[in-house]
């Protein structure tokens, strides 16, 4: 007997049929004899709704109150779930974030998972009850309800897995396991068996959505065993409940990989801006001028490119921000304009941001040589470029986002044969 987390996301909760189906599984693993949470997403496309709704009501809405309308969407599925386990002869029950209860930091929209009291859990487990919970919301210090921002709901699952200390975290999706890269994009993707938490963490942050970042981060630090795997599989069909071996990919410590290539997957997230100030000032304090109140914004700056100035009194700043972001940063940026001295702001939507990731990049030369010179048998031109020990980030304009994502994946081998 285990104890094993559940997690299913929108596409597999997307309906009554498909909700029915997850209770299969569900019910697979409880005759199994394992004890069992699930973790639930809304159904899809319900949060898109119903964060479209409070937009349309007013763009600066209080934070406190969008949580309060977005969590809504978990708490369906929850109950929903709950009742198709019930009409197979599952006992089971629904959790809200509050009631375990789950607590979180303050920060409404995005907030961090501080505490899990598992012990609820637990003591419904000893009787043979699965606990259904809601994903994606908890409860913060001002006693309301609070989001984990978006893709939140795989964070919940590996939270409690922690909380709960789960044998395993089973991410159920509408993909079979974690790719070189996104299936959608590159049908030639292949799945992997295993990925690293370090690369799947860089992954995850560099686009590729099929974890939320802070997951992966708490499955690292908790040494949670977690899988990705798909819902739409026959739940009874054969291998689906082998306890050490499930078909999906194992997302585990970089010494369980035994066959390990240079370059792991390729990522890649589009509506980049790129936003550049021209003859900045070149003394000390001017970055920190810039990107203080960038951040005291919200506002994620990422890639940043800085030039020596030729006359040692000007410089060149470039630097890229979600396109959501940029009026809000040109607003920021035009009030420090006089503090920190510079002649003019440009910018530029619709960019794109492709990563290249593998641990292997450490004890290899020329492998981001090889990717500037496949984009550039495509005639694609590269705007930006970051690296890091185990990654190369290249910024393009988002036209090319496809064609540059088949052509890496292509030129480091990946392609299914
Ligand atoms: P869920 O609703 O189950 O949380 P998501 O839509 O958040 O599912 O994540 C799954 C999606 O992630 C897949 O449909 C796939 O298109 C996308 N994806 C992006 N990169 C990858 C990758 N490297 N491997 C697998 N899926 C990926
Ligand atoms: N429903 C939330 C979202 O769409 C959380 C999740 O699905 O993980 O972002
Ligand atoms: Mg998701």
């Given at each position: 007997m285990a104890r094993i987390v559940m997690k299913f996301g929108g596409t597999s909760v997307a309906d009554i049929s498909r909700i029915r189906n997850v209770a299969r599984h569900v019910k697979r693993e409880v005759d199994a004899g394992h004890e069992v949470a699930v973790v639930v997403s809304a159904m899809a496309g319900k949060t898109?709704?119903?964060?479209?709704?409070?937009?349309?009501?007013?763009?600066?809405?209080?934070?406190?109150?969008?949580?309060?309308?977005?969590?809504?969407?978990?708490?369906i599925t929850s109950g929903l779930l709950a009742i198709a386990l019930q009409a197979i002869g599952v006992d089971a029950r629904s959790w809200q974030g509050w009631q375990i209860p789950i607590q979180t930091d303050n920060a409404h929209g995005a907030a961090r998972i501080q505490e899990i009291d598992g012990s609820d859990l637990i003591e419904r487990f000893k009787r043979g009850q699965v606990a259904v919970i809601s994903g994606f919301q908890g409860i913060g210090p001002d006693?309301?309800?609070a989001t984990l921002g978006r893709g939140g709901s795989d964070t919940s699952a590996v939270a409690i897995a922690a909380g709960v200390k789960a044998d395993r975290c089973d991410i159920y999706t509408d993909v079979d396991g974690v790719y070189t890269t996104d299936p959608r994009i590159e049908p030639k993707a292949r799945r992997l068996s295993r990925i690293s938490f370090e690369e799947m963490l860089e992954m995850a942050s560099l686009g590729a959505k099929v974890l939320q970042v802070r997951s992966v981060e708490l499955a690292m630090v908790h040494r949670v065993r977690t899988f990705v795997r798909s819902s739409f599989e026959d739940p009874d069909a054969p291998g689906m409940g082998d306890f050490d071996n499930p078909p999906g990919t194992l997302i585990c410590d970089e010494d369980e990989i035994v066959e390990q290539q240079v370059v792991t997957g390729i990522a890649y997230a589009k509506d980049e801006a790129q936003i550049s100030l021209r003859r900045v000032a070149d003394r000390p304090g001017v970055a920190a001028g810039i990107f203080g109140p960038l951040a005291e914004a919200n506002i994620n700056v990422d890639m940043i490119v800085q030039n020596i100035s030729e006359d040692g009194a000007f410089t060149d700043m470039t630097f890229t921000?979600?396109?959501?972001?940029?009026?809000?940063?040109?607003?920021?940026?035009?009030q420090v304009k006089q503090?920190?001295?510079?002649?003019?702001v440009q910018h530029d939507d619709g960019m794109s941001k492709v990563s290249v990731i593998g641990i292997g990049m450490r004890s290899h030369a020329g492998v981001a040589a090889t990717a500037f010179r496949a984009l550039s048998e495509k005639g694609i031109n590269i705007r930006a470029i970051t690296t890091s020990e185990i990654k190369i980030s290249i910024l393009i304009d988002g036209?090319?986002?496809?064609?540059?994502?088949?052509?890496?994946?292509?030129?480091y081998g990946l392609d299914k044969q």
């Open positions: 898109n709704e119903l964060v479209g709704w409070t937009r349309e009501l007013s763009p600066m809405h209080d934070a406190r109150e969008y949580d309060t309308v977005v969590a809504a969407g978990e708490q006693n309301r309800i921000v979600p396109s959501g972001d940029v009026d809000k940063a040109l607003a920021v940026l035009n503090t920190v001295g510079f002649d003019a036209p090319y986002t496809e064609l540059a994502v088949r052509t890496l994946h292509s030129v």
